[in-house]
């Protein structure tokens, strides 16, 4: 079945730093990849939709320069938080489209586990 | 944002069918209708989605309401692993999936 990864899995870092993370598509092509964050006992938000090739499109609400989306090839996005917060601690979850596949179905990864300190 | 209004949570003896409801009133007729759930601390999984017509796999069936403004996951028989977050999601034309707040499933031995 499709796989996504994420890396790392879990990351602290220090309040004012930037972190990024990536989203791979192991096994499949994916155009269109989506970011989503998830706070403690609460859904999951999306935030965008990044598209190989082209600018991320996103969400009402999500500063675009806080959360850099670069989506360079057809297996890879990665979303960089810069100048973390404390409150930008949260699960952040990305999903991919395999772009042959007629479902629409979104394959998620396993999530990154971000604490600032 | 597409909305869907599920119960927070709901207990199923093991082996026993489960029912999972959600109401998706605002639904429009291009929008599909999918179901994930979570585990603590992992991304979502796939479980079934649906158009109009009831779907079945190995997972699950899905049984769309004829005015397709609600739908309902059936497990067969629950399991201990099916113990899980479910979210029914509205997916719209542009392919982004917009998360209620889900069904918290409990399965008692």
């Known amino acids: 079945g499709a796989v996504v990864s994420q890396h790392p899995s879990r990351v602290i870092c220090k309040s004012g730093t930037s972190v990024k993370i990536e989203c791979r598509s192991l096994d499949f092509q994916a155009t269109t990849m989506f970011w989503y964050r998830q706070f403690p006992k609460q859904s999951l938000m999306l935030m965008a939709t990044?598209?190989?090739?082209?600018?991320?499109?996103?969400e009402q609400g999500v500063e675009k320069d806080k959360f850099l989306i670069n989506h360079a090839s057809l297996t890879l996005s990665t979303l960089t938080v810069t100048s973390a917060h404390p409150e930008d601690s949260s699960f952040y979850i990305c999903?991919?489209?395999?772009?042959?596949?007629?479902?629409?179905?979104?394959?998620f990864g396993p999530g990154t586990r971000l604490t600032v300190t | 944002d597409a909305k869907t209004t599920q119960p927070n949570s709901m207990e199923s003896n093991e082996e026993e069918p489960v029912h999972l409801p959600c109401n998706h009133s605002t639904i429009s007729g291009t929008d599909y209708i999918h179901w994930y759930r979570q585990l603590p601390s992992q991304g979502p999984e796939y479980v079934i989605h649906?158009?109009?017509s009831n779907v079945n796999n190995r997972m699950a069936s899905l049984a769309i309401a004829e005015d397709r403004k609600s739908s309902t996951l059936i497990l067969h028989r629950a399991t201990l692993r099916d113990a899980a977050v479910y979210y029914c999601i509205l997916r719209k034309t542009g392919n982004q999936f917009y998360f209620g707040t889900g069904t918290s499933l409990t399965v008692i031995p």
């Open positions: 649906g158009l109009t």
């Open positions: 990044s598209n190989e090739g082209s600018k991320a499109t996103y």
């Open positions: 999903s991919a489209r395999d772009q042959t596949s007629l479902s629409y179905e979104q394959y």
